[in-house]
């Protein structure tokens, strides 16, 4: 989606510190981190959020989970991390690109 900022990082338009990446999927360490370990994990292709994932997206939904513990034991952090989405302004969600925080490196109040 054009002026994404998400979508331009998938792109390769935009820099960002990758750390992981599939056809589908790409995962880069959060610009302003809140933990010692915080990546982004998105779908390359736009999706403003949670909630405009449809049936037909099942598998993509499945690769992003799987892709997320990946992702943490290739950081080192498997079995002690945090995975969260913000889904909506209300949440919190600041970039309207779906993308799911991985914490990961210091206690969290739950
Ligand atoms: P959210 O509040 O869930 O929408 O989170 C958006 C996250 O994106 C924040 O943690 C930002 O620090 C992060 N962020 C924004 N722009 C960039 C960027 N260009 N590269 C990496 N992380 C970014
Ligand atoms: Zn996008």
Do not use: W
Not at 18 to 36: G, K, M, S, W
């Amino acid at each position: 989606m054009d002026n994404c900022i998400f979508c331009k990082i998938a792109k390769g338009e935009l820099p960002a510190d990758i750390v992981y990446e599939t056809a589908d999927l790409l995962a880069f360490r959060d610009i302003n981190p809140q933990a010692p370990t915080h990546v982004l994990l998105i779908p390359k292709k736009h999706f403003k959020f949670l909630d405009e994932l449809q049936k037909d997206d099942k598998m993509l939904a499945g690769e992003l989970l799987l892709a997320a513990s990946e992702v943490a034991a290739k950081l080192g952090v498997a079995g002690g991390y945090k995975l969260l989405t913000n889904c909506g302004e209300e949440a919190g969600q600041v970039v309207p690109h779906l993308h799911f925080h991985l914490l990961a490196g210091k206690k969290f109040i739950p």
